[in-house]
């Protein structure tokens, strides 16, 4: 399983960005898929889910709410982020995540993104 995220980079407050995590070596379009994002020197703060379910439901934390997207392509195994009106205090590493089991099971390395003017 490999799980790897780009996309991430500097941006303006108000700007937008977007996340893909590229997924091999396992079923993706049977699994849900996540983004979770880290805060350098702070804790982890799950961000959204693409739940497999066949019925294209999302859940997202509600610090985001309102402001991302996440979506994927199953075609192309991938996953996607759409980050819009970033605020300073979405500067953080983003990890996109493989759901199993009640838990994540696989991580990417991250993709920094830096909210700054």
């Known amino acids: 399983v490999q799980l790897v995220e780009s996309g991430g980079g500097l941006v303006q407050p108000g700007g937008s960005l977007r996340l893909s995590c590229a997924a091999s070596?396992?079923?993706?379009?049977?699994?849900?898929m996540s983004w979770v994002r880290q805060v350098p020197g702070k804790g982890l703060e799950w961000v959204s889910d693409d739940i497999n379910e066949g019925t294209g439901s999302t859940r997202y934390a509600d610090s985001v709410k309102g402001r991302f997207t996440i979506s994927r392509d199953n075609a192309k195994n991938t996953l996607y982020l759409q980050m819009n009106s970033l605020k300073p205090e979405d500067t953080a590493l983003y990890y996109c995540t493989r759901r199993s089991g009640g838990g994540m099971d696989y991580w990417g390395k991250g993709t920094l993104v830096t909210v700054s003017s």
């Open positions: 070596g396992f079923t993706f379009n049977s699994y849900t």
